[in-house]
């Protein structure tokens, strides 16, 4: 339970008090009235002993009492009506409210943290005014009247008969059989004579005469003069005097309570009740059978005629619930006691102490000595009662029965004299003078006799006071018989049906259960008596409950939090919103954000509902706001409800202050940061062969390694325009803006370009969400051209469209549970500073069959595709956190976030805007084909742009045609059927022999340090002017490798008029390539072994071209022609095909190989030292009867394009580096004589069946001849991954690397030739000896003087080589040494002997060379390239 102002040691004897009835004549009354108070009332604040006071038990012990108080009331002889009681206890608790401000209780248990009101003043006042307004019954005494004050006034005439008169009526009113109630102690009451005197209207001698005349007749202890009214009312109040009287009346008097405005229009807690509200204590001023007071009707009585016209305008008097707020108004102005001064409050005090100490405790005590005498005789003890308490209770008891054995006797009465009674007379009156051993004494016996008689009302109301009295008395000689309480309260519930009796036994225990801390049994006692037949009681009982769980030593959260749900729904039942809809916010602490979702639900809807039936109607929106918020578990029906519910609330709140700030919707969800912008046009679609590039669009998903390769093509592309520095202040152009994009800066947007915003909504309810006239809402400060800018926020186009025009989207439907993205667009027309601030929206959903509360469509809301409910226009802001900071230590030590100004563009001026179209291109490609489209450039904007520029990572897929393409045909459409190449007709007779033609790389873009990926397109004039478009071919090859290829172009151009805050724009495209299997070229060049040749000099080169078709008949390939075979070096070119075969059309079908050898010859030195070092020289080997000019576009593009990716490849570093720098020029000599510089481009034809029509595919392979020996390919080799070694633990012992060059390198220092008779005939039958002369030529390939050593003995290392070679020998000197100057020949002549006849491989000689001018030795075997095989012919 709750904390309570009064401990529960004085809360039970406050509320069993001695009862003194009081009888006024007219003219007291009157006198009492000028203070707005009855007689009664008048003494209610004095009614409490501010001393101790003594009085003697019948064993003559003296007996101290404490704080004793007295309870004055006018003689009602109606009992009060069930219903009225109900009625003003509801009341009292929808007064009670708490008070704000209050500081709430922070209890910690567990992971909760709960702000709990640790007292509930309502439950308190309610117990209070439960107790006051018992109605008195025959079965206990506590309440009957134990004395009588008669009150007359000394300004009467006749103030002794007056006296007389109430006297009479005393008796009447107690002796009559006419009235059944009030009821009286014991026949003999006490009366006492009041004389009241008004000090400033009457005459005090007079008023003293007539008080000593009282003190005659009915002696000093049964009269008393009281003065009062010592100052009149209409006197200057210059004074301030205290009203001790408000706070007593405020509880009862429901005029004083909080107005009904606030609460509901009429509290219908129970049946009975008419809609006339009360007070106690209700005064009439009829007078009827000549007496000053009606007492025909309780004041708890409702009035029956309802018509209050009669009754004066006083505090007390009975109200219709229409006029109760009139009432209140009229009322706050009066002033209780306002004739009173603070002498009077003393005399007032005085005159209470005086009638308890000399009037009211010697009759109690003088009625107890009489009580205790016929108790002796009765049972014939020789000692009094009180000292027979130990015998009675060491003797045997009587066992009690169980409840369920007892039979249903509560109907059995006592008449008044029954000496059972008389003992719980005598227990009463004790326990009403605070004597708790001596009640507890005769509340045991009754009981006993109680019980053996089964008179069960009368049994169980002892047992209750024998279990008060055991609790009270001092020093605790025995424990609370809680078992007494717990048989009284089933007796009373069960077998009597007096729930009020049980609830008074409830309230009771309950609070000395809680004073010994003994919550768990507090709660199950409070729980068991919630029932049907009240839900005020219910509900209060409940609450108390709950905070017995929360009270606990480990407090029990979850209980708490569940019986503070039920005490809200009863207090909802019994009409008192506000307490209700304060229990579900106290539980709601408990269940929140524990997962307890359909708990959480449920609560809110609750208190939602609550508010708004109180007005609460922000608390209302708040509480419907969480439920739709929240992941909700519910059924779609239940959510379709709530949401109709809070649209409902949300209308009416709207409709409070129409022209407020739009308020914030909480659905659908919107994720924040996943907000794209997006500045520029949309994408055209495609237009028959015509193609818009892609660019940047919002149906593109974000890939951040494309976006890196985009960020590193423009960086490159401006760095060459800006001569290869990148300019500071450079940043990455973005056409969309989301999370992964760097949003620190503000955005630059063009003005008339439009700005897409792409919100993602998500609806987390399983019913759909309509959302109507959806816009985004934003602010705009423009700039004027001075500079000066004017801030205006605007919502809609209905401001001023020419600044921002705003597309609004009429409908737009989210599906249950459905995330779905809304694109909203704005039409900047001026420059400034925009800022997007959120969207607005009607909020609604679609009309169902389902209606709640009664509410269906209201009529006129919204006619479209969706029949709409109800909506309600709000707003949602995006806001979106920034990245986090983490790069200097304070931000890494704290969690900053940066700035995210996506949704903060700057409008800057206009720009050119170029848009690039694709004719003809193709998305399938054979590997090395050429094909010829044509890219049209459209400037739609109404700049001029200039500077365009295509950069890309592949550049060798596609080029614009060098500086001497011709370009015809111009149009795409005369070109169709033509070649992509520059073609020439040949005559037959330059067959096999190569034409020459040379061209310079520079022509082609290939200059030196220049950058091969960044191409300037060749615009005509250089400016594209405002709607202009110009068409330019393209001539595209596919990529080497098969499979689909993503290549990337990025169009770069600037405006003419330079524009300071955006330099350039930038426009993006990706073709998808897939390429199909073509042909693979292999190559090798091998240096020739006959040294004849048109110059003289030993140069000659063979050049095998191996050419396999790899295609398998996919894409419809029939055959491949090899067309011709061209050679593109700066020192070498094919001089002629030495194919042997006579077949001049070279076709390959399916999976065939065709092998080709050239004769390739050093270009003339002249021309080599004439030319510049970009000029290359080609010779074409044609197989057809046309020559492609492979020196024009766009053959020497690609080929120059392909040698540029080429010499990118990280070349294997072949020397190494050491301290010695000969070594190094050594190695570079040696290297260089193997080095061969010689291109080989194969051109080729494929023909191919597509739809029975043939159709010819022309393409090109190129081969890069890097060194001797050396196989090249046209296709990249896949790299082998090595095979996995063991790891070695410990460190190699050698670990310089050798620098010794490689066996390959050396092998090329000297070129051997053998020149000897191929057949050679011999009589071997003359002569047995056969000699052979051999001339061995020995040419020095590289620029340095070689030492050379030739060894002729045989090398018998190996038994193949002794099985040619044991049958020839070479006679004469068996080692030369010599040197070779520079490219020198040198022939030796040598004589080889055979003895045999057969076929002889002459090459034989070892030749050992070193460099004559280095001290380092390098040697090496020479390898022969060829055998030199000789015939031995027998003659």
């Known amino acids: ?162 006296f007389s008169k109430l006297s009479q009526e005393q008796h009447r009113i107690q002796h009559n059989n006419d009235y059944s109630y009030p009821k009286w102690f014991i026949p003999n009451t006490l009366k006492y004579y009041v004389l009241l005197h008004d000090v400033s209207a009457g005459d005090e001698q007079r008023a003293e005469s007539i008080y000593e005349e009282m003190k005659q007749k009915y002696g000093t202890q049964g009269c008393y003069l009281l003065k009062i009214n010592s100052r009149t009312p209409n006197r200057a109040s210059d004074e301030q005097i205290p ?119 010697p009759h109690i005590e003088k009625t107890i000595r009489q009580l205790n005498d016929q108790l002796i005789s009765r049972k014939g003890l020789s000692r009094s009662l009180f000292s027979a308490t130990k015998k009675w209770f060491s003797g045997s008891k009587v066992p009690e029965k169980s409840i ?16 059972e009674l008389q003992i719980r007379k005598m227990a009463d009156l004790c326990f009403l003078v605070q004597h708790y051993d001596l009640a507890y004494s005769c509340y045991h016996t009754a009981k006993k006799d109680f019980l053996n008689d ?43 049906k007096n729930m009020v009796l049980a609830e008074r036994c409830v309230l009771l225990s309950a609070e000395i259960l809680k004073s010994q801390s003994k919550y768990s049994e507090a709660a199950a006692l409070l729980i068991r008596l919630t029932s049907e037949d009240s839900d005020l009681r219910s509900a209060l009982l409940l609450e108390q409950a709950a905070h017995c769980f929360i009270n606990m030593k480990s407090p029990m959260v979850r209980k708490y939090a569940f019986h503070m749900i039920l005490a809200g729904h009863r207090f909802s039942k019994a009409g008192q919103k506000k307490h209700a809809l304060r229990c579900y916010c106290q539980a709601m602490q408990v269940y929140k954000g524990k997962g307890w979702s359909l708990a959480e639900d449920h609560i809110n809807f609750t208190i939602g509902r609550q508010s708004y039936t109180l007005r609460q109607l922000d608390n209302a929106v708040s509480a419907f706001r969480h439920i739709l918020i929240n992941e909700s578990k519910q059924s779609a029906a239940q959510q379709g409800a709530f949401l109709r519910e809070y649209l409902y609330v949300y209308k009416n709140v709207s409709q409070l202050s129409p022209d407020g700030p739009l308020p914030q919707l909480p659905l659908p969800y919107i994720n924040s940061s996943a907000t794209r912008v997006f500045f520029g046009h949309d994408r055209r679609p495609a237009d028959g062969e015509k193609q818009a590039a892609t660019h940047v669009s919002l149906d593109q998903e974000y890939d951040s390694e494309s976006s890196q390769q985009w960020r590193e093509l423009e960086e490159q592309v401006v760095s060459v325009v800006n001569r290869g520095v990148l300019p500071s202040s450079f940043y990455p152009t973005q056409y969309c803006l989301n999370s992964y994009s760097d949003n620190s800066r503000f955005p630059l947007a063009v003005v008339e370009e439009p700005i897409t915003v792409e919100v993602a909504f998500r609806n987390p309810l399983k019913v759909p969400l309509l959302l109507t006239d959806l816009s985004l809402l934003w602010k705009f400060q423009p700039k004027d051209v001075s500079g000066k800018d004017d801030e205006e926020v605007k919502e809609l186009v209905k401001g001023e469209p020419e600044m921002i025009g ?34 607005v929206y009607n909020l609604g959903t679609i009309q169902g069959s389902m209606t709640v509360d009664g509410i269906g469509a209201l009529p006129g809301c919204h006619t479209g595709k969706h029949s709409l409910s109800m909506s309600v226009r709000g707003r949602q802001d995006l806001e979106i956190q920034g990245p986090r900071l983490n790069n200097t230590k304070e931000e890494k030590t704290s969690i900053k976030y940066g700035p995210d100004r996506r949704l903060d563009p700057i409008i800057t001026e206009e720009m050119p805007l170029l848009e690039v179209f694709f004719i003809h291109f193709p998305t399938g490609l054979l590997c090395g084909e050429i094909r010829k489209a044509y890219v049209e450039f ?70 030196i340090g220049s950058q091969p990926e960044v191409i300037p397109v060749p615009l005509p004039d250089t400016v594209l002017l405002p709607g202009a478009s110009v068409q330019l071919p393209m001539w595209l090859r596919g990529p080497d490798e098969e499979g689909v290829h993503e290549i990337n172009f990025l169009f770069y151009y600037e405006s003419v008029k330079k524009q300071p805050k955006i330099r350039h724009r930038i426009l993006r495209h990706t073709a998808v390539i897939c390429t199909s299997r073509s042909l693979n070229v292999r190559a090798t060049v091998c240096r020739s072994n006959s040294l004849e040749d048109e110059e003289g000099r030993g140069g000659n080169m063979l050049v095998f071209v191996d050419v396999e078709n790899t295609n398998t008949s996919e894409a419809g390939v029939k055959e491949f022609h090899i067309v011709q075979v061209s050679s593109s070096s700066k020192h070498w070119k094919l001089q002629k095909s030495v194919n042997l075969s006579e077949n001049k059309d070279a076709k390959l079908a399916s999976r065939e190989k065709g092998k080709f050898c050239f004769k390739a010859v050093r270009c003339k030195e002249e021309e080599v030292a004439t030319q510049s070092s970009e000029k290359y020289t080609f010779a074409d080997i044609i197989f057809g009867n046309e020559q492609i000019v492979s020196s024009a576009s766009p053959c020497a593009d690609f080929f120059y394009r392909s040698l540029s990716s080429e010499l990118k490849k990280p070349q294997a570093q072949s020397s190494v580096h050491t301290d010695k720098q000969s070594i190094e020029d050594t190695m570079r000599l040696i290297q260089k004589c193997s080095d061969v510089d010689l291109n080989i481009v194969v051109l080729w034809k494929a023909y191919v069946v597509e739809d029975s029509k043939q159709l010819i595919l022309e393409g090109q392979h190129h081969v890069v001849l890097h060194t001797i020996g050396k196989e090249a390919f046209s296709y990249p080799q896949k790299q082998e991954p090595p095979e996995m070694e063991l790891l070695k633990f410990f460190r190699p012992e050698n670990t310089t690397v050798s620098s010794r060059p490689s066996v390959e390198q050396l092998s090329n220092l000297i070129k051997t030739s053998f020149h000897y008779p191929e057949s050679f005939s011999h009589p071997f039958h003359q002569k047995s000896l056969c000699l052979v002369p051999v001339t061995l030529l020995l040419s020095n390939c590289s620029k340095a003087n070689v030492d050379v050593i030739v060894d002729l003995r045989h090398k018998t290392t190996s038994p193949e080589a002794l099985e040619i070679h044991g049958s020839f020998t070479w006679l004469g000197q ?30 034989t000689p070892r030749v050992f060379a070193k460099l004559s001018d280095q001290v380092t030795v390098f040697e090496t075997s020479q390898q022969n390239s060829m055998p030199a095989l000789i015939i031995i012919n027998n003659v």
């Not at 070649?979 to 190569?994: E, F, G, L, M, R």
């Open 1 to 162: 339970m709750a904390q309570c102002v009064q401990s529960v040691q004085e809360l039970i004897p406050d509320s069993f008090v001695p009862c003194v009835a009081a009888l006024c004549s007219d003219e007291a009354e009157r006198l009492t009235r000028l203070n707005h108070l009855s007689f009664a009332e008048l003494l209610k604040p004095f009614s409490r002993l501010t001393s101790e006071v003594h009085m003697r038990d019948p064993n003559n012990q003296l007996h101290v009492i404490k704080n004793l108080k007295i309870a004055v009331s006018n003689i009602i002889t109606q009992p009060p009506q069930p219903g009225v009681i109900r009625k003003l206890l509801n009341d009292v608790v929808f007064g009670s409210q708490p008070a704000e401000g209050l500081v709430a209780n922070v209890i910690t248990a567990g992971d909760y943290d709960l702000n709990i009101s640790a007292t509930t003043p309502w439950f308190e006042s309610y117990r209070e005014s439960f107790l006051q307004s018992m109605p008195a019954s025959d079965h206990e005494f506590l309440n009957h009247y134990l004395a009588c004050m008669l009150v007359a006034s000394s300004s009467e005439a006749e103030p002794v008969e007056q």
């Open 243 to 361: 009203d001790p009287w408000s706070q007593y009346l405020q509880k009862n008097s429901i005029q004083n309570q909080e107005s009904y405005e606030d609460g509901p229009c009429t509290i219908t807690s129970n049946k009975n009740s008419d809609s006339n509200l009360l007070s106690l204590d209700g005064l009439d001023n009829e007078v009827k059978d000549g007496l000053p007071n009606n007492f025909r009707a309780h004041p708890l009585q409702l009035d029956p005629s309802g018509d209050s016209s009669n009754s004066i305008d006083g505090p007390d008097h009975v109200k219709s619930a229409s006029s109760l707020h009139e009432t209140k108004k009229a009322n706050a102005g009066i002033i209780h006691g306002a004739c009173l001064t603070l002498t009077d409050h003393d005399r007032i005090r005085q005159f209470i102490q005086e009638f308890t100490f000399r009037g009211l405790l």
């Open 404 to 419: 369920n054995e007892l039979k249903n006797t509560s109907g059995l009465l006592y008449p008044p004299e029954a000496p």
């Open 454 to 496: 089964q008179a069960m009302l009368y049994a169980a109301g002892a047992l209750e006071m024998a279990a008060v009295s055991a609790f009270l008395q001092p020093g605790a000689p025995r424990p609370y018989p809680a078992h007494y309480m717990d048989t009284a309260i089933q007796t009373y519930r069960d077998i009597c």
């Open 806 to 839: 705003t597309e609004v989207i009429s409908e737009f439907l989210i599906n249950s549970e459905e995330s779905k993205v809304a694109r909203l667009k704005l039409f900047p027309h001026h420059i400034g500073e925009l800022h997007i601030l959120g969207v």
């Open 938 to 1007: 459209v400037n739609v904007s109404k700049c001029p742009l200039t500077g365009l520029k295509v950069v890309s990572k592949r550049p060798e897929f596609f080029t614009f045609g060098g500086n001497t393409a011709v370009l015809t045909p111009l149009s795409p459409s005369a070109s169709e059927n033509c070649s992509a190449y520059k073609t020439v007709v040949t005559d037959s007779t330059s067959v096999c022999t190569a034409l020459i033609s040379s061209a310079s790389s520079v022509d082609f873009g290939i200059g």
């Open 1374 to 1403: 068996t080692q030369y040494k010599l040197q070779l100057k520079s490219q020198e020949i040198h022939s030796l002549q040598l004589k080889a002997c055979f003895v045999h006849t057969g076929v002889y491989n002459l090459g």
